[in-house]
């Protein structure tokens, strides 16, 4: 027993004294105090450089804690982190919210003195605009994004052809540079007369075709030949704009005629129409000011990383992302926005139980030469782009390559307002990632991406695991050829499994739970539940080795499953799979050419007899080598319409050895306050449902 404790006293003579530096930050602090919990500083960078110096002085190594009280911070500046902010494995630095505080770091700028015009329009001069000719591309009343003028208010212009003159062709496929001029017929033309001549270099057009989006300033209007004009890069060969191509015009003054929306003159008068309820007195509105919240910068090449720095309970919004002069050329997935918060040449960056909210762009990048860093239970809502960004689009080898990432257990909703084909959650060239339990929702493209490899050129998206997250309500019929969970390249070793997937709804062609594109190699799809959608539970366009088992895929509007592409080897494995549906066909594609294993499946017709395999009957389907051990019977689901896919009994999915997997389980971990917060409110699933059977109305073959 003595020896015992002379041991003890032994070990706690040799802690190091002093191992831990407290500072506080408070909105009451002031830049001089001394960052004492009676002295706080008034920010972040404050705290940043009282670390910095003490670090200088230290004697011995030790971690520092920043602890941050409840209130607002108005962001000057962006808070920047480099190598020499970094803590170690042992003495980490954190950033924390006070217990039960809700620190908030706004990059905003609150607007004072509206007044409201005889026309009932508020009206603003804003000082910065007149004399400095600052112009802004968002604004938010009461917290809620508001609209930028715009014609029409609710829908779209439909071009009636479009006519591109090169002016310099370059090597690639798309013009370096080429001027398109859009033509609209004389009704539709009709808005456009009232845009004056001094608005005409601020005026741009949005335009939705296919899966991607473009948005372009004009150059001019020709009121003669009802045409608009603009230039920029080529249009790409794979995805012009064309006939039929939906377009939004923004930016003048005349569009201002709805609730909801503002507008901004070159002599910096700022214009507001006020929806319903709201008086200057009770509204606060705000213009996003920084184009960056925070930056977290290394250089992996050179090892002078940013490591071991923890966030907790940090909240971050209003954030603006400027529109260049070149506007935004047609990418998918947005992948070449910034992100309200960037980390480069970083390992050990953990950010936790915070919000990113009311960006103009995505929210949180890891981008090249991160490793073994996470995002946890974060609420990032409201974006302009996507959330959360993982690698890089470059495949970029050595230290520079992202791997060992984690996104877990976050809630990220209503993405994609400024730039709508954003995702939620974005793989490039990135591996051994870990996407699990996050709630994904109200998207307008995709819900979960990865790999960006087209076709079978080397690509560094390998073994990410994409497990329990729930995403729903994805696509609100405005682009195509877009899924819940959407994969491209070779990118062996990736797992998607236990995800629950629900109500994605394309514009035309696409809406998809699952979506192997080009190239999609060695990715294995099990234990998914995928309903409610409107072109099939699982595609492939072209792929090698990939395997779809155990899946449970239910009302697909048009077709179940499809594929696209036959290829001399093989394709894709199907097995064990349970397809339930009352509409459509039971598959779609290159199925008579394929080489694929598709067997030991249950396929049932709630609504009748007819089973239609690619225009085969399954008897004639099965002669082709397909389905030889598959079954027409009866999976007896407990209540799928109301999406109750627990089974009655086993005597059906024992018929093909599926195993039954909790599909409930997916989604967000936690409390009863933080699963309410992921659920998507009312309105937005009326609109949804709304939406997606209007889509089917007007054009039965579109839908």
């Known amino acids: 027993m003595r020896n015992l404790y002379l041991i003890l006293i032994f070990l706690i003579c040799c802690l190091p004294l002093n191992a831990q530096t407290k500072f506080y930050v408070s909105p009451q602090g002031k830049n001089t105090n001394t960052g004492a919990k009676e002295q706080p500083f008034a920010s972040l960078l404050n705290a940043r450089n009282a670390i910095r110096n003490h670090k200088k002085t230290a004697t011995k190594q030790q971690s520092y804690t920043v602890i941050v009280k409840d209130g607002t911070y108005l ?9 020499e902010d970094s803590g170690t494995e042992e003495y980490p630095i954190i950033y924390k919210a006070e217990k039960g505080a809700k620190p908030v770091f706004s990059g905003g700028k609150t607007i004072k003195g509206i007044t409201v015009n005889t026309q009932g329009i508020w009206q603003v001069k804003i000082p910065e605009s007149v004399y400095y000719k600052w112009q802004f591309d968002q604004l938010y009343v009461n917290g809620k994004r508001a609209t930028l003028a715009r014609t029409p208010n609710k829908g779209f212009l439909e071009l009636e052809k479009v006519n591109q003159d090169i002016w310099k062709q370059g090597s690639g496929k798309v013009a370096l540079k080429a001027e398109q001029e859009l033509f609209f017929n004389k009704e539709i033309f009709k808005p456009l007369l009232s845009i004056e001549e001094e608005e005409i270099p601020q005026v741009r057009f949005k335009t939705y075709h296919k899966w991607d989006y473009t948005l372009r300033h004009i150059d001019g209007i020709n009121k003669d030949s009802l045409s608009i004009t603009t230039s920029g890069k080529g249009m790409k060969p794979w995805n012009p704009l064309k006939k039929g191509t939906r377009v939004v015009v923004e930016n003048y003054k005349a569009a201002l005629d709805t609730p909801g929306e503002w507008f901004l003159s070159k002599k910096g008068m700022l214009y507001y129409i006020p929806r319903k309820g709201e008086t200057p007195e009770n509204t606060t509105v705000v ?16 090892n002078k990383y940013v490591e071991h720095i923890q966030f907790k309970g940090l909240h971050f919004e209003y954030c603006h992302y400027k529109i260049p002069a070149s506007g935004s050329e047609p990418n998918q997935a947005a992948a070449k926005l910034n992100a309200a918060i960037e980390v480069e040449g970083a390992k050990n960056i953990i950010f936790s139980n915070g919000e990113i909210s009311k960006t103009g762009q995505h929210a949180l990048w890891f981008g090249k030469g991160v490793s073994n860093s996470a995002v946890e239970n974060t609420y990032m809502y ?32 209503s993405g994609g307002q400024e730039f709508p084909a954003a995702v939620g959650i974005w793989v490039g060239h990135s591996s051994d990632s870990n996407i699990t339990h996050n709630n994904i929702g109200n998207f307008y493209y995709t819900g979960i991406s990865v790999g960006w490899t087209w076709g079978y050129k080397p690509s560094l998206a390998k ?25 491209l390249g070779a990118s062996e070793g990736t797992v998607v499994e236990n995800n629950l997937i629900h109500h994605i709804h394309s514009f035309s062609y696409g809406g998809w739970g699952m979506y192997a594109d080009e190239g999609s190699t060695g990715i294995v799809f099990k234990n998914n539940l995928v309903y409610n959608t409107k072109t099939g539970g699982f595609q492939q366009n072209y792929g090698k080795a990939n395997i779809a088992t155990n899946n449970i895929l239910a009302y697909a509007k048009k077709y179940q499953m499809q594929c696209t592409v036959a290829e001399k080897h093989k394709s894709f494995t199907f097995t064990n799979n349970i397809v339930l549906f009352n509409k459509g066909m039971v598959a779609k594609g290159a199925w008579d050419k394929i080489i694929a294993d598709v067997d030991y499946n249950i396929y049932w017709n709630e609504k009748g007899d007819e089973y239609n395999f690619n225009k085969h009957n399954f008897k004639d389907w099965k002669k082709l080598g397909l389905d030889k051990h598959s079954f027409l019977i009866n999976p007896e689901f407990k209540n799928p319409l109301k999406g109750n896919f627990k089974f009655k009994n086993q005597s059906s999915y024992k018929k093909i050895n599926f195993k039954p997997f909790d599909y409930t389980k997916a989604g967000v971990l936690g409390n009863n306050e933080w699963k309410e917060k992921a659920k998507l409110s009312d309105l937005i699933l009326e609109n949804f449902d709304k939406t997606v059977n209007k889509n089917l109305e007007l054009d039965p073959e579109r839908g």
Do not use: C
């Open 75 to 83: 962001m000057d500046e962006p808070f920047e982190l480099t190598a």
């Open 287 to 302: 213009v996003p000011v920084l184009e960056q919240l925070m930056s977290i910068k290394g250089n992996a090449s050179k």
């Open 382 to 413: 409201n974006l302009g782009g996507g959330g959360v960004y993982l690698g890089d689009f470059k495949a970029l080898k050595g230290k520079e390559h992202a791997h060992h990432l984690t996104v877990h257990n976050n809630i990220i909703q």
């Open 463 to 487: 073994r990410n695991r994409i497990a329990y997250n729930h995403i729903h309500h994805i696509g609100w019929d405005l682009l195509s050829d877009m899924a819940a969970i959407y994969t």
